[in-house]
């Protein structure tokens, strides 16, 4: 565990050294705090444009950032030529690999943290329900993260930075869209098409079944098992994704 520790705090005092990262949270929290002015000209929708802007702020600022910082990984340490000296040591690349996944992780789980106190601060505030779906969709928003931080490791283990967020950015959008993707599949007549359909859901993150914000806006209930069932798909996908990540970096040349 010392290496991985090690390593993934390494990386989260790196992130927070980041102009980036500051600017991501200090934009978010604005833009929470600006929610008040929006309430100010709402009248019958209070409490649902509170959660809807609040949980819609938090993921857009968070999901930048995690694309953001998840990308550049490698390509940031060759430009700097660290990774020279990383490679270098006694560990493996895949514990490297690992560890910076962690320290990502950590960065956008603070961040995530001080907005979340912040969104809950601004309901108690205005004295708007807290329910069980606000959390879970917080919660949920969470898996969502480390789903696209893998898909950004993936990339960046044998691309450049700006490739590695362009895709991770597209599959964050297809992946919201694969099980609608698939239901219009499976109604095409032709079997080609329907093939096409099940082939892009089994292989896109389906990034739909972690979003509960709907939920939370409209008060509907979740259950248990369906929580557990969407984190355990989240995180046994994130690990086939950082599985594929570090055979790629192992196979990697730096000379």
């Known amino acids: 565990m010392g290496p991985f520790v090690a390593l993934a705090l390494n990386g989260f005092r790196e992130a927070r050294r980041n102009r980036v990262t500051l600017l991501v949270g200090i934009f978010a929290l604005t833009l929470l705090m600006s929610t008040t002015l929006v309430l100010e000209v ?14 819609g702020t938090m993921n857009l600022m968070l999901v930048l950032l995690t694309i953001f910082l998840s990308s550049g990984l490698i390509s940031r340490e060759i430009e700097r030529r660290t990774i020279f000296l990383m490679v270098s040591k006694p560990i493996s690349r895949g514990t490297f690999l690992v560890g910076r996944l962690l320290g990502n992780i950590l960065t956008v789980t603070v961040l995530q943290l001080a907005m979340a106190a912040l969104f809950i601060l601004m309901l108690v505030l205005y004295k708007s329900p807290l329910t069980y779906a606000h959390l879970a969709a917080v919660g949920m928003q ?15 283990s044998f691309s450049s930075q700006m490739v590695s967020a362009f895709v991770t950015v597209s599959i964050y959008f297809a992946g919201h869209l694969s099980a609608d993707i698939y239901s219009l599949a499976i109604k095409s007549q032709s079997e080609a098409v329907q093939a096409l359909g099940r082939a892009v859901y089994y292989l896109l993150p389906d990034l739909s079944r972690l979003n509960y914000r709907p939920h939370a806006t409209y008060y509907a209930s979740i259950s248990g098992g369906e929580l557990l069932s969407s984190a355990v798909y989240a995180l046994a996908y994130t690990g086939v994704l950082v599985s594929l990540a570090v055979i790629l970096f192992n196979r990697r040349d730096f000379r």
């Open 142 to 156: 969470w898996f969502e993260l480390w789903v696209l931080s893998g898909v950004g490791f993936l990339m960046s």
């Open 42 to 55: 709402t009248v019958g929708t209070f409490d649902r444009v509170l959660t809807d802007v609040g949980l």
